[in-house]
């Protein structure tokens, strides 16, 4: 696929010329990341044609990823076939598709306006594909809502991201992890980042976040961002595009609770019924001296109003 701008999925230095001349590559990593502990089962391994992305259990028989690893200019629908696609779930080493844990994905939904480089408007908008596993598994998954990011984040809050990537930054000499590997970002805000972006498009689909470790690029495409809440992980998006530490710029990642709507229809129409989009209420002050019980009876309009600037201040 021709990729114009640096994905998230790129490396230190890449120029965009580099990737516009390129028909098919997919280079997922993490550079500067730590090897991750073996408590994300959902973490997908997603070979897409000749390609590696990431991806995330979402539900028993569902798997989100980014529809740049899906996508085809020459297929009729713009996006592989389902033979083409397997996942491996919970392998905590880097695999291949020959695995015998890999299993066969029986459909392929690639979001409808997913806007690719070639093509003209904002590119890598709408930046996912949902994949129906044909075997459904038994792994809990991360929660998923809407609205996810501006509820769960004030603008420098911290998120984790986890791949299988590439873990240097030289291309001629690609290392690859042997271990699932997991990098720190901080949520970036969006008006700061549309101008480290001038030449390109920040929509509300997308969001951003910088590396915290200096000099450390993080990514995985498609593979899943988020954060932890009590015993729960939260989704909050995609590895997209952008470069992360490598060129001091923000990484940009697929919301996935502005898609989160598309998502559940998708699965209800294909006769799941399974995925939700739960709103989940974040914390909040007491207040001062307010009772329990007045608190009780203020509560959802409390949550309103401390979510509601926390959404002017990131979109």
């Known amino acids: 696929m021709n990729l114009r701008m640096w994905l998230l ?30 408590n994300y089962p959902w973490m997908a391994q997603v070979f897409v044609g000749s390609q590696r ?28 076939a389902p033979s ?26 690639q979001h409808p306006n997913y806007v690719s480089p070639s093509s ?5 908008d709408y930046d996912v594909s949902l994949l129906r596993l044909a075997t459904p598994q038994t792994i809990t998954p991360p929660l998923i809502n809407a609205s996810q990011v501006t509820d769960a984040l004030n603008s420098g809050g911290f998120m984790s991201v986890i791949g299988f990537g590439r873990v240097n930054s030289d291309p001629s000499t690609p290392e690859y992890p042997e271990v699932l590997q997991q990098g720190n970002l901080s949520l970036y805000d969006t008006s700061s980042c549309a101008s480290r972006w001038s030449n390109s498009t920040i929509t509300e689909r997308m969001f951003c976040a910088y590396g915290t470790d200096q000099d450390a690029c993080s990514g995985d495409s498609g593979g899943p961002v988020f954060v932890r809440e009590g015993s729960d992980y939260r989704l909050l998006g ?78």
């Open 9 to 38: 999925a790129i490396l230190c230095g890449y120029s965009f010329s580099s990737f516009a001349s390129s028909n098919t590559e997919i280079t997922p990593f993490i550079v500067g990341g730590n090897d991750a502990s073996q």
């Open 238 to 315: 995609l590895v997209s595009w952008g470069s992360i530490g490598c060129q001091n710029r923000p990484g940009v990642y697929a919301d996935v609770g502005k898609v989160c709507t598309w998502v559940t229809d998708t699965a209800s129409l294909a006769g799941d019924n399974s995925l939700q989009c739960n709103q989940t209420q974040p914390a909040v002050s007491s207040g001062g001296g307010a009772s329990f019980w007045l608190l009780l009876m203020v509560f959802p309009l409390a949550m309103i109003r401390y979510r509601f600037p926390r959404h002017l201040l990131l979109r």
């Open 120 to 124: 003209s408007g904002a590119a890598f």
């Open 53 to 80: 992305c990431g991806g995330v259990l979402i539900g028993e028989s569902w798997v989100l990823t980014a529809a740049h690893c899906t996508y085809d200019v020459n297929a009729d629908e713009k996006h592989l």
């Open 84 to 109: 083409q696609v397997k996942v491996v779930l919970g392998v905590y080493e880097m695999v291949n598709s020959s695995h015998a844990g890999a299993v066969a994905v029986s459909e392929v939904y």
